[in-house]
């Protein structure tokens, strides 16, 4: 008590965005309680529909969307809800495509809240009414994330971006109940090379919507994203300028909104440690109840997914093909396997070692003892100053289309 | 936290009356055998000392009668746990863990 220093509170960080969590779970071996509870993770990411008005080039679902009758029901639902408690999880994200157009959303946020779990919804908020909300509040909800594309002063170049006419005005009038409703906000603004410079208004739009938290979260080249990189991968110029505004308004901004990051790790110097190590922190459920260990984990060729309707989560969680496959560190090769940081950021991202080496058992290229990571950093180098091509929008089927038109689409009939 | 007015920094001092917002949940998880503090996307690991200043955070007493009731406990002079109880608050306000 008498050293004014002490750290009394260890923060750990989930943070999830486009394509990034990152998740420091207690550690294992010190707890004898309950071994299957010690190891579970802290957070679920409840993906629970595909469906999805915004069609957004950067988004992080797969560019094989599920269809909605292949969707889980309520009960499959409130069960996997139970199921998470009881393992252990402290957290559930309810996201999709848009968990709003979901009508029975509020049932599964009451399970959620009645069985213990926080739970924070991340929504694209353009189908929201009021009442709804008002409804989820009275059902426990316990935060909201609401997705911008840029500010209001840009709401053509936002509404484009979502491929959704409106969608700004939209956000900022739901944005508004939720202040008003006394739910805790967060804004999360997918950073690109159409909002890069806007960084500082995003940041001051965030506060004067009433969040308490905004991130600041650069696209990461994944799925959708992957497939549109050269049209939205920011110069590095850009990149440094905005990580600099970043730090000057988190002084300037302390105690009033909490700013988060997320860096594109082609302008990274390690690879970021991918949902916080493997099967450590986070456990997926798809909209048809496919559970993964992170929400691109079906592009990796030779893993096996287990199903919420054929086995427990915590079953799935412990002993799980997908799972168990990269989880820890023996399954690393040079240089992860002796690498003093392999645990710190274990090898980075599985999925795009594979994407890119054709074994996921390979070193991120993103880190700089890749083989390949001069050439795999220089695309973004190349990319980055050409003219952009075209958006592919998020549709289902849409990956295969040729490219849309750059104005703003019609709306998606998703 | 949902309250309309101006967007301030929460200073702490010994008159400070700081409690937890609505959605931040103090919780004892049985399955590990700890206490955690619930915040949105994130989770933060309290240690003993910091869950029973929280625990006395009700938004009526004074981080001052805080400081008092732990040095009764802790046998400890009253306004060094003040100051280590102020950063530790403050920390937390900062983090919007704790209003006042």
Partial sequence: ?414 | MGEAGPRIRTIISGESRPTMPRHIKLRHDAGRGRWLILAPERVFDPDDIAVEVLKLCDGVRAVSDIADVLAKEYNAPSDEIATDIIAMLQDLADKGVVKS
């Fill in chain 1, 1 to 414: 008590m008498n050293d004014p220093d002490t750290k009394h509170v260890r923060e750990e960080t989930i943070t999830l965005d486009a394509g990034e969590m990152r998740c420091e779970s207690t550690d294992p071996s010190e707890q004898q309680l309950d071994p299957s509870c010690a190891r579970a993770p802290v957070g679920l990411l409840a993906e629970l529909t595909h469906r999805c008005p915004l069609q957004c080039p950067y988004c992080s679902n797969p560019l094989e969307l599920e269809r909605v009758n292949t969707e889980l029901d309520t009960e499959q639902w409130q069960k996997v809800m139970r199921q998470a408690a009881q393992l252990g999880i402290l957290q559930v994200h309810l996201s999709g495509g848009e968990p709003t157009a979901r009508r029975d959303l509020v049932d599964i946020v009451r399970t959620a809240s009645e069985v213990g779990l926080y739970t924070n919804l991340i929504t694209a908020a353009v189908l929201l009414k009021r009442e709804q909300l008002v409804e989820l509040k009275e059902a426990g909800l316990d935060h909201v994330q609401i997705s911008i594309q840029n500010t209001d002063a840009n709401a053509e170049n936002a509404d484009r971006v979502g491929g959704y006419k409106g969608g700004s005005e939209k956000k900022k009038i739901v944005a508004g109940w939720v202040h008003e409703l006394g739910l805790p906000l967060t804004i999360n603004a997918p950073i690109h090379r159409y909002n890069v410079k806007d960084v500082e208004a995003i940041i001051d739009y965030a506060v004067s919507l009433g969040a308490d938290r905004v991130e600041i979260a650069h696209v990461q080249y994944y799925a959708w994203a992957l497939r549109n990189r050269a049209s939205l991968m920011p110069t590095r110029e850009a990149f440094m300028e905005s990580a600099k505004i970043v730090e000057r308004k988190r002084e300037e901004l302390k105690g009033v909104i909490v700013i988060d990051a997320v860096v594109p790790d082609y302008y990274a110097k390690y690879p970021k440690p991918c949902m916080g190590g493997w099967g450590r922190g986070i456990i997926n459920v798809t909209p048809s109840g496919r559970v993964l260990p992170c929400h691109a984990a079906e592009s990796i060729k030779g893993l096996e997914f287990d199903n919420v309707k054929d086995k427990p989560l915590g079953e799935i969680w412990l002993y799980g093909q997908a799972f168990q496959k990269y989880r820890g560190t023996d399954w690393m090769k040079e240089p992860c396997r002796t690498c003093p940081r392999r645990e710190i950021d274990y090898g980075g991202c599985r999925c795009q070692a594979f994407a890119l080496t054709g074994d996921a058992a390979n070193t991120d290229p993103a880190c700089s003892l890749s083989p390949l990571h001069d050439e795999w950093a220089k695309v973004a180098e190349i990319e980055s100053h050409e003219t952009a091509p075209d958006f592919i929008y998020r549709r289902p089927g849409g990956a295969a289309r040729k490219p849309a038109s750059t104005k703003t689409p019609a709306e998606s009939d998703a």
